[in-house]
C-alpha cells in the first residue's frame, strides 16, 4: 500500500487559536458581567450602609439633644439662686430701723444733760473741796447747804455728792496724814477726827481704812504734843504723861506716852 502524505497542521492551528480565543473572549465577557453584577449589588449595601450611619448617629443626637434640656436645667436652678440671695433683703428694714433707735436714743440723751444751773455750780464746787479739802461725803454735803457757806438747795447739793468724782477712802488717809503731820495725833484721836459728826464725818470703814495704811511714827507725834503742851502751857512731865494717855486727850498708848517723856529734852 503506498504511503499516505502526511496532513497539514496549520488550519488544524488555526481552528486551535480561533478556538481559544473565543473562550478568552468569553470569559472576559463573562468576568465583566459579573463585575458589574458584583459592582451593582455592592452599591444598595452602600447605600443602606450610608442610610444605616444616620440611623447610628441619632443617639448622638439624642445626647446632643438632652444637653440644651440639660443647660435649661441648670439655668433653672441658676434663676432659683436668687430666691436665696432676696432674704438679706427682707433683713434690710431691721438694720434700717437701727439708726432709728440711735436718733431716738440721741434724741432722749439732752434730756439727762439737761442739769439746771444751780445742780452744775453745786457740783464744781463740791469737786473742788473734795480735791482740796479731801472732805467727806456728809461733809461735802454740809458745807454746800451751810448757811454759813454755799448755801445750796438739798437737791443741789445731793446732786452734787451723788456725782462729784471722788475717792472717800484717798480723802480719809489724806486727811488723816495732814492731822498727823500738823497737829501730831495719835491713832486713835485721828480715827475719832475722821469718823466724829462734829469733825470730817467720814464712815467708819473709811476711816479705818486711813488709820491702816497711814505712815506715821506715834512715838514722834507723842514726843511732839509732849513738846507743845510743855512749852505753850509749862506743864509738868507727869502732866503732860497724863494728857497724852487720857481718853479725853491725846489717846497715845502708855509705851508712846513713856516715850515722848523720856525724850522731853532731847
Known amino acids: 500500500m503506498p504511503p ?12 486551535i487559536a480561533a478556538g481559544c480565543g473565543c473562550i478568552v473572549l468569553f470569559l472576559i465577557v463573562v468576568g465583566g458581567c459579573s463585575a458589574i453584577v458584583f459592582s451593582g449589588g455592592d452599591d ?3 447605600a443602606e450602609t450610608s442610610a444605616a450611619e444616620p440611623a447610628e448617629a441619632d443617639p448622638v443626637e439624642a445626647e446632643e439633644a438632652d444637653a440644651p434640656a440639660e443647660e435649661a436645667a441648670t439655668d433653672d436652678v441658676v434663676e432659683e439662686e436668687p430666691a436665696v440671695e432676696e432674704e438679706p433683703a427682707a433683713e434690710q428694714p431691721a438694720a434700717e430701723e437701727a439708726p432709728a433707735e440711735k436718733e431716738s436714743t440721741q434724741e432722749e440723751a439732752p434730756a439727762g444733760d439737761d442739769v439746771p444751773a444751780e445742780h452744775t455750780s453745786a457740783l464744781n464746787s463740791a469737786q473742788s473741796y473734795s480735791d482740796l479739802l479731801h472732805m467727806s461725803k456728809q461733809g461735802l454735803f454740809d458745807q454746800l447747804t451751810s448757811e454759813y457757806a454755799d448755801q445750796f438747795s438739798d437737791e443741789a447739793a445731793q446732786y452734787a455728792v451723788d456725782n462729784v468724782d471722788a475717792d472717800w477712802n484717798a480723802n480719809a488717809l489724806a486727811s488723816a496724814e495732814s492731822y498727823s503731820e500738823t497737829m501730831h495725833m495719835s491713832k486713835a484721836g485721828i480715827y475719832d477726827q475722821l469718823t466724829s459728826e462734829y469733825g470730817e464725818q467720814f464712815l467708819a470703814e473709811e476711816a479705818q481704812y486711813a488709820i491702816d495704811t ?7 507725834n507723842a514726843l511732839q504734843s509732849a513738846r507743845s503742851y510743855r512749852d505753850s502751857m509749862d506743864m509738868s512731865p507727869e502732866a503732860i504723861r497724863d494728857q497724852l494717855t487720857s481718853e479725853y486727850g491725846e489717846q497715845f498708848t502708855q509705851e508712846q506716852a513713856d516715850y515722848a517723856v523720856e525724850h522731853l529734852d532731847d
Open 4 to 15: 499516505v502524505p502526511p496532513v497539514t497542521t496549520g488550519k488544524k492551528k488555526g481552528l
Open 214 to 220: 497711814i505712815e506715821a511714827d506715834w512715838n514722834d
Open 44 to 46: 444598595p449595601t452602600s
